[in-house]
């Protein structure tokens, strides 16, 4: 089950609010513009939802890249391929993995390679890494004497296509952190990735909020648009008791990048929504393997599925008087159960073209 918030850029920058587009486990794909059909997709039966999930990967695709604060990315990797296939994105950006370096050297998410990666040594939880397709040729920047535990936490990696070079910057800045050391460790390594034939685009968890204008967003917005640098994320990124944020962003340069797609997930894996962005000017060439998954709906995941909803408090949802934030609680929680009782199994396909079905 996939709930997408859409936001159409034109040519021109102008932002295009869209419906929510719902994409059932069944592959079938709603325009809904209330919360009320949302809610009547979510609650078609699982009996009706048996159908095979599959995909046809084309060689020839415009670049997808999906960031998140995941809030601790550990045992997480299953459901966010879950919640991502069949499209995969080619390149994920995590904030607050929360892991040190041995554990996040051995994470493994099915299609991609850790690409680059900042952990904590001193405090807890934090860090920051990116995972690249695995058929993607990249190169690591080592960013390690820019970062600083809370103030930022950095990492980054380039790649190439069709002649372009796109380096991509994922950077973590903790709420209690000095933002003033932020922006001075943020302009060292934009002066160092900067160059006239590399497009930079940055992910990150900045906590500065874009829905409300304040002086810090005039410091950063100053800094960034002296490398042409923009903000993408017009919607909130975390909703919480009583508040909607956009502190989660996505900045790239408008004029080179001006015909992209932008939308918020969510994937109930972290009360920050991610953000998923296309960009259509940018074409790749992968290799057609992405392994395929189907789910599968049996009589015990049908029973799970129906105790864990009936077990449910549901207190976040009935406690709040904002019907945004009631839909979000409830939303996060319904997939989170959801995935649980279906998770996805992996199909291998063998040399004498027998399928065989593995947990993913």
Same mark, same amino acid.
């Given at each position: 089950?996939?709930i ?23 592959g ?5 513009t ?11 039966s ?35 391929i879950?919640?991502l ?6 390149v994920?950006?995590?904030t ?9 050297n ?50 980054a ?7 372009v ?8 800045r ?7 050391h ?8 934009? &002066?160092? %990735?900067?160059s006239?034939?590399? +497009? !930079? @685009?940055?992910?990150?968890? *900045?906590?500065?909020?874009? /829905? ?41 340069n ?12 969510? &994937?109930? %894996?972290?009360d920050?929504?991610? +953000? !998923? @962005?296309?960009?259509?000017? *940018?074409?790749?060439?992968? /290799? ?7 789910r ?65």
């Amino acid at each position: 089950m996939k709930i997408f918030l859409v936001n159409k850029v034109n040519k021109d920058n102008t932002v295009i609010s869209g419906p929510s587009l719902v994409e059932t486990a069944a592959g079938r794909k709603l325009h809904v513009t209330t919360r009320t059909a949302v809610l009547q997709v979510l609650s078609e039966s699982p009996n009706k939802q048996r159908k095979i999930m599959s995909t046809t990967n084309t060689s020839d695709e415009a670049l997808r890249i999906l960031r998140q604060n995941i809030q601790g990315l550990r045992g997480k990797s299953d459901e966010m391929i879950d919640s991502l296939y069949p499209t995969l994105p080619h390149v994920l950006c995590f904030t607050e993995h929360h892991l040190n370096q041995r554990e996040i050297n051995l994470t493994q998410i099915d299609s991609y390679t850790l690409g680059t990666s900042f952990c904590r040594n001193s405090l807890k939880m934090g860090g920051v890494c990116i995972f690249v397709n695995k058929n993607l040729n990249y190169m690591n920047i080592d960013l390690q004497k820019f970062s600083q535990e809370r103030d930022i936490e950095a990492g980054a990696f380039k790649i190439s296509v069709n002649s372009v070079n796109i380096c991509i910057l994922t950077i973590y800045r903790a709420p209690s952190s000095n933002f003033t050391h932020f922006l001075d460790k943020l302009e060292l390594i934009l &002066n160092l %990735l900067h160059s006239n034939n590399v +497009q !930079l @685009i940055i992910c990150g968890d *900045i906590n500065v909020n874009y /829905l409300v204008e304040s002086n810090k967003i005039s410091l950063l917005d100053s800094l960034l648009a002296s490398y042409n640098l923009t903000s993408t994320v017009h919607f909130p990124t975390r909703i919480q008791n009583n508040s909607a944020t956009a502190i989660d962003n996505i900045f790239i340069n408008t004029f080179n990048f001006g015909d992209y797609v932008i939308l918020s997930t969510v &994937n109930g %894996l972290s009360d920050h929504g991610a +953000q !998923l @962005i296309t960009l259509n000017k *940018i074409h790749l060439k992968t /290799l057609d393997d992405t392994p395929h998954f189907i789910r599968k709906f049996n009589k015990q995941g049908i029973f799970d599925f129906r105790i864990m909803l009936s077990l449910e408090t549901w207190d976040n949802v009935f406690e709040n008087d904002d019907i945004n934030l009631m839909y979000n609680f409830f939303l996060n929680t319904y997939l989170r159960i959801f995935h649980s009782s279906f998770p996805l199994k992996k199909l291998i396909t063998m040399t004498n073209g027998n399928v065989w079905i593995t947990m993913a």
